[in-house]
């Protein structure tokens, strides 16, 4: 199966118009037509992810995050994005990012689906989408109410839970009762003001510093920050599974869910 074979199957499902505007998906480095008989999926392109997929033998490296994102001006061996870029190519792996596409299309519903949540709405649309014959809208992240309303501490406890978390960061009074939820993967400071207009006594995201979090509780969020890496890592997984039901005769491997940082 060819590189650009793999990138149907994948688009078939992610097209690459539901990503956002700012985003860099797609093949970033590499051939279309490389043949491609292993697959090694990371959330990251990292320096030791590159390591793996070479020592693995990976055709192409598939990863949630795109290694680049601003243009290029040189790629040399000086600059660390440039020797990732380096390594690829004399290694001959093709490499493709589905960000936001998949955000919009995988990651909102399967996050959702995690924390159990029931007749979730969409928490920012993005896209009015044009997939199948219903033209609904599609977007980021899930809002929804609990069956039984729970603590903050009870719904910290749900997160670690669900995506396998050791801590989790928080604003807001851990006994305070909450009823409807909003969860977006990634970086959610963007999401805080959807996520009070949908009336959400909780976000579930990551990357929320001191004073969006103090700014959202005063406004009456309460925020559960699960890190970046902590809840996006789900692609890993639900990548893997898809492509082997998709694909024929192609090996996927999945990077193990290493977090990026430590809390000792």
Not at 39 to 53: G, K, M
Not at 76 to 104: E, P
Not at 194 to 199: E, I, Q, R, Y
């Amino acid at each position: 199966m060819l590189c650009r074979d793999v990138m149907n199957v994948i688009e078939k499902e992610y097209p690459l118009n539901y990503a956002l505007s700012w985003d860099n998906v797609g093949l970033l480095v590499g051939r279309d037509d490389k043949e491609v008989k292993k697959i090694y999926i990371a959330l990251d392109a990292t320096d030791e992810v590159i390591d793996e997929a070479v020592k693995n033998g990976a055709d192409m490296l598939i990863t949630h995050h795109p290694m680049i994102f601003s243009p290029i001006k040189k790629i040399h061996n000086l600059d660390f994005v440039g020797g990732r870029i380096l390594k690829l190519i004399q290694n001959d792996i093709s490499y493709y990012a589905m960000h936001t596409n998949y955000d919009v299309l995988g990651m909102a519903e399967l996050s959702g689906d995690k924390m159990n949540m029931k007749d979730a709405e969409i928490l920012e649309v993005t896209a009015e989408g044009d997939i199948g014959e219903e033209d609904e809208p599609e977007g980021i992240g899930r809002v929804s109410d609990l069956e039984i309303p729970m603590t903050l501490r009870e719904c910290c406890e749900d997160v670690k839970d669900a995506f396998h978390l050791g801590t989790v960061k928080v604003f807001g009074n851990l006994e305070d009762k909450v009823k409807r939820i909003a969860i977006c993967p990634g970086s959610g400071k963007s999401v805080i003001q959807a996520a009070l207009d949908k009336h959400a006594d909780v976000l579930i995201t990551g990357d929320i510093g001191h004073h969006e979090g103090i700014d959202a509780v005063a406004q009456g969020l309460a925020i559960i920050d699960g890190g970046h890496y902590g809840i996006e890592h789900i692609f890993i997984e639900d990548m893997r599974q898809y492509l082997e039901k998709n694909l024929k005769d192609v090996e996927v491997i999945a990077a193990p869910i290493i977090h990026p940082f430590l809390l000792v």
